[in-house]
């Protein structure tokens, strides 16, 4: 398969971007970069009207633990409901276990 | 209040407002909790593009009726209860000046805007519990500190079985509920 690229000119530097859809999906951990590959995933629940089903980030092994602490930690003991209203599944990414 | 950002500017008018007595009660629940539920925290999150509001999301305010029907307009300034108005939703976040605290976050440059009213203690206990976290979670937060694959083993054990204690704890609330 031919991969269609964006070449993004920064002077010195030219970073080659896989054009839309073909972006390797990473470690969803956005408090700084990482590059180590997934293998957890948390799916939470979605709230919304609109609503198009439960979401699944996923994240390196240290990401995960961290991500889900906080999730229990801060976000569930701070907002209503209970576990389940912000936890759909976790775990491995190939065995996640729903609740 | 008014809020810059890089291609929008957005005015939010802050009122003294003066309950009346009917409404008084009502109001205060806001604050301090009704029927052992936790107390409710308005909220306005609005997102703009190239200048222009594109969505907006408010939780537990009154709208301009329900503000005009409820209260009237306080001309003494050091009213205990007051107003943010948002004109592009036409809302309004009611402050108690004694019990409140106010927490306006801009991000994306200014594009999103989020207004957060919470009582003080309970701000002051989100604090004691972030600061937990981050006492107890501090070096996987890190990007600088390495942790072992044996340390990594215990953190992914340590948050799973607080799913499972956490579970457990609303299963004992549910049946203690339904024996009461």
Same mark, same amino acid.
């Given at each position: 398969?031919?991969? &269609?690229?964006?070449?993004?000119?920064?002077? #010195?530097?030219?970073?080659?971007?896989?054009?839309?859809?073909?972006?390797?999906?990473?470690?969803?951990?956005?408090?700084?970069?990482? +590059?180590? +590959?997934? +293998?957890? +995933?948390?799916?939470?629940? #979605?709230?919304?009207? #609109? =609503?198009?089903?439960?979401? =699944?980030? &996923?994240?390196? =092994?240290?990401?995960?633990?961290?991500?889900? =602490?906080?999730?229990?930690?801060?976000?569930?003991?701070?907002?209503?409901?209970g576990?389940?209203?912000?936890?759909?599944?976790?775990?491995?990414?190939?065995?996640?276990?729903?609740? | 209040? $008014?809020?810059?950002?890089?291609?929008?500017?957005?005015?939010?008018?802050?009122?003294?407002? @003066? /309950?009346?007595?009917? !409404?008084?009660?009502?109001?205060?629940?806001?604050?301090?909790?009704?029927d052992g539920l936790?107390?409710?925290?308005?909220?306005?999150?609005?997102?703009?593009?190239?200048?222009?509001?594109?969505?907006?999301?408010?939780?537990?305010?009154?709208?301009?009726?329900?503000? %005009?029907?409820?209260?009237?307009?306080?001309?003494?300034?050091? !009213?205990?209860?007051?107003?943010? *108005?948002?004109?592009?939703?036409?809302?309004?976040?009611?402050?108690?000046?004694?019990?409140? @605290?106010?927490?306006?976050?801009?991000?994306?440059?200014?594009?999103?805007?989020?207004?957060?009213? *919470?009582?003080?203690? /309970?701000?002051? %206990? $989100?604090?004691?519990?972030?600061?937990?976290? /981050?006492? $107890?979670?501090?070096?996987?937060?890190?990007?600088?500190?390495?942790?072992?694959?044996?340390?990594?083993?215990?953190?992914?054990?340590?948050? %799973?079985?607080?799913? @499972?204690?956490?579970l457990a704890e609303e299963t004992t609330d549910d049946s203690e509920d339904s024996d009461a």
């Amino acid at each position: 398969m031919m991969s &269609t690229k964006i070449t993004l000119d920064h002077g #010195d530097i030219d970073i080659d971007l896989p054009a839309e859809g073909q972006r390797p999906r990473g470690c969803d951990w956005n408090e700084s970069v990482c +590059t180590d +590959t997934p +293998t957890h +995933t948390i799916v939470v629940p #979605d709230h919304d009207e #609109d =609503a198009s089903g439960p979401h =699944a980030s &996923t994240y390196c =092994a240290r990401h995960y633990a961290v991500s889900l =602490a906080e999730l229990l930690t801060l976000h569930v003991q701070q907002c209503s409901g209970g576990v389940r209203e912000h936890l759909s599944a976790y775990g491995e990414i190939s065995a996640p276990r729903w609740l | 209040m $008014r809020i810059d950002s890089t291609d929008r500017s957005v005015d939010f008018p802050i009122k003294p407002w @003066l /309950a009346n007595d009917q !409404s008084t009660e009502s109001i205060r629940s806001w604050v301090d909790g009704e029927d052992g539920l936790a107390p409710l925290q308005p909220t306005l999150v609005l997102h703009s593009e190239g200048g222009i509001l594109r969505d907006a999301r408010v939780d537990h305010a009154l709208d301009t009726e329900q503000l %005009e029907h409820f209260t009237r307009a306080a001309e003494d300034e050091d !009213s205990p209860w007051w107003v943010i *108005e948002d004109p592009n939703t036409r809302t309004g976040l009611l402050v108690s000046r004694e019990h409140h @605290l106010v927490t306006v976050e801009t991000d994306d440059d200014g594009a999103t805007v989020h207004i957060h009213v *919470e009582p003080r203690r /309970a701000k002051a %206990e $989100r604090d004691k519990q972030r600061d937990r976290f /981050a006492r $107890r979670w501090g070096p996987w937060l890190d990007p600088d500190a390495a942790l072992g694959p044996d340390q990594i083993r215990r953190g992914i054990a340590r948050a %799973e079985e607080m799913v @499972l204690e956490l579970l457990a704890e609303e299963t004992t609330d549910d049946s203690e509920d339904s024996d009461a």
